[in-house]
């Protein structure tokens, strides 16, 4: 028989951990399914079986994560590690593989949890063996252990990569520059939302703080980069930047690019829920309530899934959406749900107050959300943006016209890597705003699953079992 539970959350970052956690708190039967070995996402990765002998010197906000899994672990959750989600219903049912096993879970509820991802950034050469997202190059550092012990260069912009750089050179690593790509205008343009950001001194402070210790190390800070390029045969060798208009080189073995974060929207774009375009973040977010009730009853989101808020705030939302969740499943009085959520609310928004700042001050330069057209922009089918664009002169209008013609976004990672890119390349082709030229359609399976998987599951039984299990409004 499939499983049946009254909140399933999808991911097991802040917000999911916190939604799981207050949903079990009210009463609520409640599984977490999530990729990893143990809980924490992205940001608290490796935090309870960390391989560094010092995990400290990631910075406390990375030790911040260690309450938050103390107060998830004294509640009965069920957790699913090591699993992959490949497919959510509008009927809230949930397919997982397991170590090539499928099952099939039922829930009254949903919440999707799957936080952010890095905004692609593609530019020429990326592909090259040695280059990185930023992300990746702190993942290895707090699931392995690996520190490169060559010559590191970041690129780009935005909070992340300020940190990965402090936590590269507290590790011992041999960081030769930061290559910053934010423009003069959009300096400009996060003065303005100075005023507000003060009211959250705490973050500008940190960011001070990251900045002068990157560079009491020596790693040099060149500003206004407006072109990268990655340069190499086998691997990297070198990152050509160009600054003032003129080009220079940097040998490096390393080179760890990033232009910050977007929301994860696989699970919500296959599931059909009503989604926005964010033009002060440059993104597609899921349109939510004030409580993450996406479009379609019984499906919920939060945390950086439902737009970039940061790690706390994201927290606060997974536990509004899990007083929602007991609120709507029944065990929770709305004026209870209101009167807990309150202190919530103050709290989202005294850590969102930096987000107008943030969000001007590492606005991506268009050059890099459509880059040169020899630059590759979907890896797993290798087509380029010359490529895209020829096909919007043929006549292409959207995404999914262009992956018709090219496979463009039909590889293994279902566009994850190549979606943004593609829409941006396309909508500056055509004169026309993102938002009218879409997004590619996601259909499950939206992580791989084998036939093996498939035909060892009981699919007969899941699709006779009945459907009538109650609805939430």
């Known amino acids: 028989m499939t499983d049946l539970y009254d909140l399933a959350v999808v991911g097991a970052g802040p917000a999911g ?7 079990a708190e009210q009463g609520l039967r409640t599984v977490v399914i999530d990729e990893q070995a143990s809980p924490g996402g992205q940001i608290y990765r490796g935090l309870e079986r960390s391989p560094l002998a010092e995990p400290g010197f990631l910075g406390p906000d990375y030790q911040r994560g260690a309450v938050l899994l103390e107060r998830f672990r004294a509640q009965d959750v069920e957790i699913i ?34 936080g952010a991802q890095e905004r692609p950034c593609p530019i020429p050469g990326w592909t090259l063996p040695g280059v990185m997202a930023a992300g990746a190059g702190q993942i290895l550092i707090k699931a392995a252990a690996l520190v490169p012990d060559g010559r590191v260069v970041l690129a780009g912009a935005g909070p992340l990569l300020w940190l990965v750089a402090w936590q590269y050179v507290r590790a011992g690593a041999h960081v030769v520059a930061m290559l910053e790509t934010v423009t003069n205008t959009a300096r400009r343009a996060a ?62 073995d390393l080179l760890l690019l990033h232009q910050g974060v977007v929301p994860n929207l696989q699970i919500t774009r296959a599931l059909g829920c009503a989604h926005d375009w964010d033009q002060a973040q440059l993104c597609w977010r899921p349109r939510l309530d004030a409580w993450g009730n996406s479009s379609l009853p019984g ?10 808020v940061g790690a706390i705030a994201a927290e606060k939302r997974g536990e509004l959406a899990g007083l929602e969740a007991a609120h709507r499943l029944g065990t929770l009085s709305a004026a209870k749900r209101d009167r807990l959520a309150k202190p919530l609310q103050a709290e989202i928004r005294r850590h ?3 987000r107008p700042f943030l969000d001007a001050l590492y606005r991506p330069a268009a050059v890099f959300r459509s880059p040169p057209d020899e630059t590759i922009v979907c890896r797993c089918e290798e087509v380029t943006a010359g490529e895209v664009r020829h096909l919007a002169d043929l006549g292409c209008q959207g995404p999914n016209q262009t ?32 938002e009218e030229v879409g997004a590619y359609r996601v259909r499950p399976p939206i992580k791989p699953v ?18 009538g299990h109650e609805q939430p409004p």
């Open 17 to 23: 951990l916190a939604a799981a956690t207050t949903g």
């Open 450 to 467: 084998t036939l093996g998987a498939l035909a060892a599951a009981d699919l007969e039984e899941f699709a006779s079992d009945d459907h």
């Open 299 to 308: 499906i919920a989101v939060a945390g950086d899934g439902g737009g970039i």
């Open 403 to 434: 992956k018709a013609f090219s496979r463009c976004g039909m590889g293994p990672c279902q566009g994850r890597m190549c979606s943004l890119t593609v829409s941006e390349v396309l909508a500056e082709a055509l004169s026309r705003p993102v």
């Open 352 to 354: 969102t107050r930096i």
């Open 81 to 114: 590690d090591r699993s992959s989600v490949w497919q959510v219903t509008p009927e809230c049912e949930v397919a997982v593989t397991r170590e090539d096993r499928v099952r099939f879970l039922r829930a009254r509820r949903v919440l999707i949890a799957t």
């Open 191 to 252: 003065l303005r939302h100075l005023p507000r950001a003060i009211g959250a001194p705490d973050y500008l402070i940190k960011g001070i703080e990251l900045m002068r210790t990157v560079r009491r190390a020596g790693v040099r800070h060149v500003t206004t980069v407006t072109g990268l390029r990655a340069l190499g045969d086998e691997n990297v060798k070198a990152v050509a930047y160009c600054n003032g208009g003129t080009w220079r080189e940097l040998t490096c």
